[in-house]
């Protein structure tokens, strides 16, 4: 249904056509010329997280900093993609085997995708999850349901960015994530928009894992 937010967008859309955040050519918020000379992630991660650019490349660092702290929403269209692409790439529908190889994803019938929540106090200020919307996207994309309501956080983890080192990365997010509802045998791929230690994510596959998830397997824009 369109809104009057719908109609404003729109004429603001004629007003001031997008255009690339990178090589500022009109178009996309990020055109596929520049997304291709973005470098790929190739750090080894635990084998059930998949990160598909090098966070060391300056131009992704600014775009997630752009999504996060200037509001730039419309930037994640073309980053959702590009992990839907490799969703696709890496997954197959063999529902009755377990055996994964590396960075394999599970995509059966119960599969579903879950955002990595953020602290309640930060969404609230920032108004929006980025890790959220670029679920909403890839799940609009190969048409696997999103569900936010599954993982909640059980309570406000200091910013990662004010912890100095892993071992106090890791106490900072333990026990940061409750299940509320049914979680036995999906097969989740959880969301996020970067991935530094592996800890956040491990956090939340850990508690999925302990009320009987059937795979739990990760996805981020940036390592
Ligand atoms: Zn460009």
Redesign the pocket.
Known sequence: MWTIKNYLAKILGYLFPSC??????EGET??D??IKTFPKNIDILPQYIISVFSFRDEKIKNIIHAIKYYHRKDLIKPLARELAKKIQDEGYAKQESNELTNNQLLITNNCVLIPIPMPTIRKYMRGYNQSELIAKEISEILSIPMNTKLLVRSRNTKRQVKTFNKAERMKNQCHSFKIIGDVSNLNIILIDDVTTTGATISEARNILLEHKAREVQAITIAH
């Open positions: 690339c955040y990178i090589c500022k050519k990020i055109c010329k520049c």
